[in-house]
């Protein structure tokens, strides 16, 4: 066995999904798992079978919709639990069972009414029922943050014998310190004279914010395989954070660790997961919130348009975010603006630029944050002496939709003096529309980012529409401005294709 190798173990479908509101269909729950599949994590823990006929269903699903990775479902120490979790996992490539109980004092007493070495006994019986159905059993220590670390020891030694392959350490209430946690791992791996039979896991909460600084403690400390969730989702205040340990692990070379994670797939299996489950991600969130790579000092600003590393230890690209963001505000300096001007399209000389600068400290003194809209208003939008001149103009639009037509739209393009003309159906207005210009562009363009704002509101009010669209790997900014939603729309589209050309 490879001894730097961190087995990713993703509990987001079992853990994660227990959030109130967060529940998934059972189609939702393969669409995440074909994800994390890519994403390339090593273990999904499907679900907990025995809790009902959907979670039983989701599991058996989930079996034969991925080859990859294990398929895991959680059980209690019994032989009702295990025998539904067998079943659920028959159609698996690859198959583990999850078992435990708990292991500190406080579970033991209140939540068991039992003893030690009745819970020693039952924790033991589990592992051996469950390896007659599979070959891989891991056994959870539950509370094992608070549990006393020589019974601990005695319960790891006495599942690894009974058959156990993965004993998961967890910090059920997120109670332990980083140190605290980090010496519990160590005491195991010293005291247990069996374990280098077994992978030792992490399982950390987050109700003191610790979960992933402990995770890496337990790292640090011999574990070789670590339990987590996209976004760090969970009950309370949630679990690892799957992309934090990921990406810790990548960047800090020193430790010698790695594992199986496609880094470039982790932005986007992020935005689904928060969509698929109502949880939108907090935007100074590490790696995937929206503020992870947006600079609003001045001084960032400058230092990472200069070298990105000077205030990026993470290149936004390794967690498949196109580029950072530069943000502006009133605290931003000259090349930041000189930079989003220069994307919008206009070319200054520095003294128009020192100009301009004024004029948009003044905006950014009344805003707190300047839009692309707000740039083209500061310039004067269609000012040619500032403007690139635009290669495409629109000469004809017209839209035919409603109900029960299909929206047709007919495009006229004058491109670099010739007038070109096509038409085309969508699912919308705006769809045809676009539909249309493709057939006289003929070049692969997505469209990335679509927003429609009302400017000032009523039903006559100019809409102003911002388009985002990806061409050669490169993202390109359109606006458009009209009373016609239709028709702002197509002025943004060909905005950005004015930025292409």
Excluded: W
């Excluded at 029922?129 to 056994?139: H, K, L, N, S, W």
């Amino acid at each position: 066995m490879d001894n730097n190798r961190v087995y990713v173990f993703d509990t987001t479908l079992r853990d994660g999904e227990q959030v109130p509101g967060c529940q998934l269909t059972t189609v939702e729950k393969i669409e995440v798992a074909k994800e994390l599949e890519a994403l390339g994590v090593d273990i999904i823990e499907a679900g907990f079978p025995i809790s009902s006929p959907g979670d039983f269903q989701s599991v058996v699903e989930i079996s034969k919709a991925v080859s990859e990775p294990v398929i895991c479902a959680l059980t209690r120490a019994n032989t009702k639990d295990i025998d539904a979790a067998a079943e659920a996992l028959r159609f698996a490539k690859r198959k583990r069972i999850h078992t435990g109980i708990g292991a500190s004092d406080m579970h033991i007493k209140y939540k068991f009414n039992s003893t030690r070495e009745e819970i020693l006994k039952r924790g033991a019986d589990a592992v051996k029922y469950a390896r007659q159905f599979v070959d891989d059993v891991e056994f959870y220590a539950e509370d094992a943050g608070r549990a006393d670390n020589e019974f601990l020891a005695r319960m790891v030694e006495a599942v690894i014998a009974a058959g156990a392959t993965v004993v998961n350490i967890p910090d059920t209430n997120g109670y332990c310190l980083p140190d605290q946690y980090g010496a519990k791992i160590k005491y195991l791996m010293d005291h247990v004279s069996n374990i280098d039979k077994a992978i030792i896991s992490v399982h950390c909460h987050n109700d003191l914010g610790l979960a992933t600084a402990n995770t890496i403690a337990g790292i640090m400390n011999g574990a070789r395989q670590v339990e987590c969730t996209i976004n760090g989702i969970g009950e309370r205040a949630g679990n690892t954070s799957l992309e934090e340990v990921a990406m810790i692990l990548k960047t800090h070379h020193s430790l010698g660790l790695h594992t199986n994670i496609n880094s470039k797939h982790i932005y986007g299996i992020s935005t689904l997961v928060s969509t698929m489950m109502r949880m939108p991600v907090q935007p100074n969130k590490a790696i995937v919130g929206r503020n992870a790579f947006a600079h609003s000092s001045g001084i960032h600003q400058d230092g990472v348009l200069k070298h990105r590393e000077n205030y990026e230890i993470l290149n936004p690209e390794d967690v498949g975010i196109a580029t950072n963001s530069i943000i502006l505000t009133a605290r931003s300096g000259r090349h930041a603006l000189k930079h989003h001007l220069e994307r919008l399209g206009y070319k200054l000389d520095k003294i128009n630029l020192d100009e301009v600068y004024q004029r948009f400290l003044e905006m950014a003194d009344q805003k707190k944050e300047i839009s692309d809209a707000d740039l083209q208003q500061l310039m004067g939008d269609g000012d040619e002496k500032n403007y690139v001149d635009k290669a495409i103009k629109l000469m004809l639009l017209q839209v035919v939709c409603g109900d029960p037509l299909r929206p047709m739209a007919t495009v006229k393009l004058k491109i670099n003096g010739e007038e070109k003309e096509a038409s085309a159906a969508g699912n919308g207005p705006v769809n045809a529309t676009i539909n249309a210009i493709h057939e006289i562009i003929k070049d692969d363009i997505d469209l990335d980012e679509f927003s429609i704002q009302a400017m000032h509101g009523g039903s006559e009010d100019v809409s102003k529409v911002n388009m985002r669209v990806k061409y050669n790997g490169q993202s390109y900014y359109g606006f458009g401005y009209s009373t016609d939603i239709v028709n702002a729309s197509v002025n943004a589209y060909v905005d950005a294709l004015n930025k292409i050309y």
